[in-house]
């Protein structure tokens, strides 16, 4: 199947360029001017993107600080593209989710190397997921789909343990979320797992672990269920 790219280029003089860069028929190209444009598009669009390529400049602004101000919670991985190489513009693209950045004038051949590679790697962490969610004796359609990304970030680690702010990076990538946000989701998420036979247990320093409460252990497994603090 064709993968599907957004890329975001208020250039419209470089667009032959990306088609170069992404020709034949692995790709499917759709393009937007504007951060506004393509905000409209990801809320409407039910058949969401592969993966997005957003030039990090833009015509009505910086394409993190724009993220960060709206009401999307991105959930299609991205990379971005600039012509600047400072290294601050760098770190606020990486600690904001992009998964890579390249520097314009792109590199043809490095770009679409880069491109697959990361479709590549998407592609493993989904099967990964579903192969993980497909071991659970969980019924999915209980749950919403946040719930389901918290069982998800879980049971794709090794132990099952994550630290408070991996979920909530997990879970709301670029959105600041009130600090009680996650507790009550957990709390929540706790007693819809309760009934399936899995808990998500605080076990100190900021970390929840999900645990199996059918799998016999030495050590008794003892569930957290004080009340979420108010919001």
């Known amino acids: 199947m064709k993968k599907k790219l957004w890329i975001i280029e208020d250039m ?22 504007s951060f506004d444009d393509f905000s409209q598009a990801y809320l409407d669009e039910k058949n969401s993107p592969d993966l997005i390529i957003a030039d990090i400049m833009l015509s009505d602004g910086h394409f993190i600080k724009l993220l960060n101000e709206s009401d999307i919670t991105l959930n299609t991985p ?11 513009t760098m770190r606020i693209a990486f600690e904001a989710g992009a998964i890579d950045y390249l520097l314009k004038p792109f590199n043809y051949n490095e770009t679409l190397a880069k491109v697959e590679r990361h479709i590549f790697k998407i592609e493993e962490r989904i099967l990964e997921t579903s192969k993980s969610l497909d071991s ?4 999915l359609s209980l749950f919403t789909n946040k719930e389901i990304k918290i069982i998800e970030s879980f049971n794709i680690k090794e132990d099952k343990t994550l630290h408070r702010n991996e979920i909530v990076k997990i879970i709301w990538k670029n959105i600041t979320i009130h600090p009680n946000t996650l507790d009550v989701h957990i709390y929540n998420l706790r007693k ?3 009934v399936h036979g899995y808990i998500i247990k605080a076990i100190g320093n900021g970390l929840f672990k999900f645990l199996d409460t059918e ?5 008794s497994v003892v569930e957290n269920t004080s009340e979420p603090a108010t919001i």
């Not at 991205?78 to 601050?88: A, G, H, P």
């Not at 799998?215 to 050590?219: F, H, L, R, S």
């Open 215 to 219: 799998v016999k252990t030495n050590n």
């Open 192 to 194: 819809k797992l309760k």
């Open 78 to 88: 991205y990379l971005v593209i600039s012509s600047s190489d400072d290294i601050e």
């Open 136 to 139: 659970l004796r969980i019924n």
């Open 12 to 33: 419209q003089d470089l667009h032959p360029a990306y088609k170069n860069v992404f020709e034949g028929d692995k790709f499917e190209l759709f393009f937007f001017q």
